[in-house]
């Protein structure tokens, strides 16, 4: 098992809050949110960031975008939501295993603005 935080997440090996799984991804709660609504799209494949992944890995991703959207909405986020994804130390990427940040409502700080 690698030092991955994200893939220990993924093989129940350290708790989180789930709100959605299915074969391809994870949905989860960020421990420390950064608007009122705060969670985090984990592929379960491991690749550090958007320029690392394959092409296969990219068409998954974008069925997982549009998945997660569609739950976004049914979780109330009609009025709004941003999707963000960190690439890099510039962009203060902090867990090295592509993530997709949702937020919805209010910023609770600037990081993602
Ligand atoms: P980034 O800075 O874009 O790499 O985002 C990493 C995100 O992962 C941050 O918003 C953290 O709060 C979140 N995070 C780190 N560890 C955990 C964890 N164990 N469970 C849930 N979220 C986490
Ligand atoms: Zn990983």
């Given at each position: 098992m690698s030092e991955c935080i994200f893939?220990?997440?993924i093989a129940g090996l350290i708790p989180a809050q789930k709100v959605f799984e299915n074969e391809d991804m994870l949905i989860i709660k960020d421990i420390n949110p950064q608007?009122?609504?705060?969670y985090l799209l984990l592929p379960k494949e491991h690749y550090?960031?958007?320029?690392?992944?394959?092409?296969e890995?990219?068409?998954?991703?974008g069925k997982c975008l549009?998945?997660?959207s569609q739950?976004?909405?049914d979780l109330g986020l009609q009025g709004g939501f941003?999707?963000?994804s960190n690439k890099g130390t510039d962009a203060r990427q902090t867990v090295g295993h592509l993530h997709i940040h949702i937020l919805g409502g209010q910023l609770l700080s600037d990081k993602m603005a």
């Open positions: 893939c220990k997440i608007a009122k609504i705060h550090a960031n958007i320029i690392e992944m394959t092409e890995q990219a068409v998954k991703l549009k998945t997660l739950i976004a909405n941003r999707l963000v």
